[in-house]
């Protein structure tokens, strides 16, 4: 890619932007994780999503030990420039690391968190016994 298109985004002041990845058939909202200039420009280069992990201080290639890689066939920028919205096929029908479809499986019903969605795939076949995954 050339020209100027990385002069619309307005990071954040830590050089982030919040980047939704949506399921590209269904549009259901999978996951929100953080993008850098490095994670955007990997994304773009390899054609899956790349994520900057704020807790590892490191880039994040989705799926790199689950397998459940998300392949980006479009990516959006919103009207205020701060937030990229990712159309992605899901591999292995797995975005979140609780084993579920997405990270939204949380529902509030009268005050209360209510698990909505069901665990698709066993986190521990996924991730093994490593808890640092996301």
Known sequence: MSGDWRLGINWSADGLIPAIAQDRASG?????????????????????????????????????????????TEIRLDCDGDTLLLQVEQLGGVACHTGRESCFFRRLD?????????????????????????
């Open 28 to 72: 259901r909202v999978l996951m929100l994780a953080w993008m850098n200039r490095e994670a955007l420009d990997a994304t773009i280069a390899e054609n899956r999503a790349v994520y900057w992990s704020r807790s590892r201080n490191r880039l994040w290639r989705k799926g790199e030990q689950s397998g459940c890689v998300q392949t980006v």
């Open 110 to 134: 009268a005050g209360e968190w209510t698990v909505v969605d069901a665990v698709v795939r066993d986190p521990q076949a996924l991730y093994g016994a490593d808890r640092d995954h996301r």
